[in-house]
């Protein structure tokens, strides 16, 4: 492969133009250069060139260049994939080990890919991506301690997904769910989500559009009232905690907190 191949396969590719660049600049990206009667392969970063690979030959300097340059574009897209849940991380902590320091990863126990389809397919469902991101990434357990969001592999069944669903529906007023399901055919078209400890229930509206495009409803378990969100669980969450959605049902602390604790629910067995 020479120069002009490897600017071919990149755009057949469609890897960013931002993310590789033929000669040197000052932009932070990965450089292939032709220099001295050889060619160089580094990364650019702060006007410094870090991490330079040296090749006598344009063809293996050209293969090297691209496996690189095709990785940090895999990660990019694997980063772009999984962004609302990666946003939503650092403002919401997971619980520390009770004898170190590190980060309890075992708390969460992750699901396959081939598991999410195999339950999905069984109960012909398709969660939005941020939602099995979520569960994959902290398990069951209460945001702030208040707010649990149901998991379809718990073994509880008031905090199961699919088990929940009769107790959430029953916990709203019938004219609150009169009028949500107004333009729908049945109550089908509301699939809970969570509940808060005051008994106010969260369901994703479901309609004709994507699964990415599912509103979130709240319902005041203790009126008529329901506030509508036109965002994913983890937006709705990162934007409680920074301050840039409100939320009446919600601790008035949390709004704008920075940061929130998620408390696991230890005594849960999943499937």
């Known amino acids: 492969m020479n120069l002009s191949e ?10 960013p133009k931002d993310m590789y660049h033929f000669g040197w600049t000052t932009n932070e990206t990965i450089c292939i250069e032709y220099r001295n009667g050889g060619w160089e392969v580094y990364s650019s970063e702060r006007g410094s060139k870090i991490l330079i690979k040296r090749f006598k030959r344009e063809d293996y ?23 609302k849940i ?4 650092p403002l919401l902590e997971r619980p520390y080990r009770d004898d170190d320091l590190f980060y309890r990863d075992d708390m969460a126990s992750s699901h396959s890919k081939e598991e999410w389809e195999r339950i999905q397919a069984e109960h012909n469902i398709k969660f939005p991506l941020d939602y099995i991101d979520y569960i994959n990434a902290y398990g069951l357990g209460a945001v702030g301690g208040f707010l649990w969001i149901y998991s379809p592999w718990s073994n509880n069944d008031s905090l199961n997904l699919f088990a929940a669903r009769p107790k959430a529906l029953e916990g709203c007023s019938p004219s ?16 809970p989500l969570g509940r808060t400890d ?12 994507e699964q990415e495009q599912w509103h979130l409803i709240l319902c005041d378990g203790h009126s008529t009232k329901y506030f509508e969100y036109s965002m994913s669980i983890t937006e ?13 049902l919600l601790p008035d602390e949390w709004i704008g907190a920075g940061h929130l604790d998620f408390i696991p629910y230890k005594n849960d067995s999943t499937r």
């Open 198 to 209: 005051n008994d106010d229930y969260i369901f994703w509206l479901k309609t004709d559009n």
């Open 176 to 191: 609150c769910v009169e009028c949500l399901v107004s333009t729908n055919s049945s109550t089908d078209c509301l699939v």
């Open 236 to 248: 709705f969450l990162a934007g409680i905690i920074r301050g840039t959605v409100q939320c009446d």
């Open 61 to 83: 300097a050209c293969e090297y260049f691209y496996k690189a340059v095709i990785n940090d574009y895999r990660q990019y897209q694997e980063y772009i994939l999984h962004y």
């Open 6 to 15: 490897l600017k071919a396969k990149l755009e057949g590719n469609n890897v």
């Open 86 to 89: 990666n946003n939503l991380r």
